[in-house]
C-alpha cells in the first residue's frame, strides 16, 4: 500500500485502539451523535466567527448571541441533530446556556479585543519525504510582528492530568511538524485552552520536538498498513471504551466486529486520505 494521508484525529484513534481505528477508517461505522461533541461543533464555530466583528464588538454578549444561530447551522448540516434532545425545549435551552457559559470562561482566558488571528480554521498540508502526507485544521494561527507563529487548539472539555498532557500535546506537534515543513519556521508556541477548566496548556517547540514527532507519525502508518495488510486490528481496552460508539462489536467486551472488507487494504488508503475535520462533531 502506498503512502498517503493521516490526520491527527486519526493518528489518535489508531494510538488509542486500531480497532477503534478500523471501525472509523475501514467499515466507517457511524457514530452517535452526542451533545457534548455538538456543542464542541458550536462553541468552535462561535469562536471562529466572533473575529469577523470588530475588536471593539467581540464581546461576552456578542459570542453568546451567536450560539443558537451556529446550533441552527448545525442541524441543517446534520439533519439528525434534531432529534438530540428528544423535542424537548428545556433540554435543549439548557445546553444552549451550557455553551454560553463555555463561552464566557473563554473570555476570562483570552481578550479577543487585542487578538487579531493570522488564520481561523486554517488547512495545512505536507508531504514526508516517505510520501506520507501530513493534514487538518488548525483552529487559530496568531502571528507576531516578528513572524513567531503561535498555534491555538480550542477545547470544551477539562484539561487533562499532568501524566497525560503528552498525549493532549500530539495533536499540537502534529500541527506544528506540518507548519515546520511548510514554512521553514518552528512555532514559537503551542496552546491548548480547555473551556471546560478554565485553564490554559502552553508549550516552546524545537526542532528535536518536532524530528520526533515526524519518525512517530511514520512508525504509525507503518502499523496501520501492517494492519491493513494482516487484518489485524486488535483492541486495546482502556477506560475510554465506556464513551466508545462501538463497544458492542468489540471482542474485547464479548462482541463481534463486522467482516473486514474485501478491498480493506484500498480503503484504508481512501478513507485515511479524506480523514479531514469537516463541518461535522468536534470532539472535546
Keep these: ?27 466507517r461505522l457511524p457514530q452517535v451523535p452526542s451533545p457534548a461533541a455538538a456543542r464542541g461543533t458550536v462553541v468552535h464555530a462561535v469562536l471562529e466567527r466572533l473575529f469577523d466583528l470588530p475588536a471593539g464588538g467581540r464581546t461576552v454578549e456578542a459570542a453568546q448571541g451567536l450560539v443558537a444561530g451556529q446550533w441552527d447551522r448545525l442541524r441543517e448540516l446534520e439533519p439528525e441533530l434534531g432529534t438530540l434532545f428528544g423535542g424537548d425545549p428545556d433540554a435543549v435551552a439548557a445546553w444552549l446556556a451550557e455553551a454560553q457559559g463555555l463561552l464566557a470562561r473563554w473570555f476570562e482566558l483570552e481578550d479577543p ?8 480554521e486554517l488547512y495545512v498540508e505536507t508531504v514526508l519525504d516517505d510520501g506520507l502526507v501530513l493534514r487538518g485544521y488548525v483552529d487559530r494561527l496568531d502571528l507576531a510582528a516578528d513572524g513567531r507563529m503561535r498555534v491555538v487548539d480550542y477545547k470544551t472539555g477539562r484539561a487533562p492530568r499532568e501524566a497525560y498532557e503528552a498525549k493532549a500535546l500530539f495533536q499540537m506537534k502534529f500541527y506544528a ?42 512508525a504509525l502508518w507503518t502499523a496501520i498498513e501492517r494492519a491493513a495488510e494482516t487484518g489485524d486490528w486488535r483492541p486495546s481496552p482502556s477506560k475510554l471504551c465506556d464513551w466508545c460508539d462501538h463497544r458492542a462489536l468489540c471482542p474485547a467486551w464479548g462482541g463481534t466486529p463486522p467482516p473486514l472488507p474485501v478491498d480493506a487494504v484500498d480503503a484504508v488508503t481512501s478513507a485515511a486520505a479524506s480523514a479531514l475535520r469537516t463541518p461535522g462533531l468536534e470532539e472535546e
Excluded: I, N
Design 177 to 218: 511538524l506540518v507548519l515546520w515543513r511548510l514554512r521553514g519556521q518552528v512555532p514559537a508556541q503551542l496552546q491548548l485552552v480547555y473551556l471546560g477548566s478554565g485553564e490554559v496548556l502552553r508549550y516552546q517547540p524545537d526542532e528535536a520536538d518536532l524530528l520526533a514527532t515526524e519518525r512517530k507519525v511514520k
Design 113 to 120: 479585543t487585542r487578538l487579531e488571528p493570522a488564520h481561523r
Design 1 to 27: 500500500m502506498a503512502p498517503t494521508a493521516l490526520s491527527p484525529s486519526r493518528a489518535a484513534d489508531f494510538m488509542q485502539c486500531p480497532l477503534l481505528y478500523r471501525f472509523r477508517v475501514v467499515d
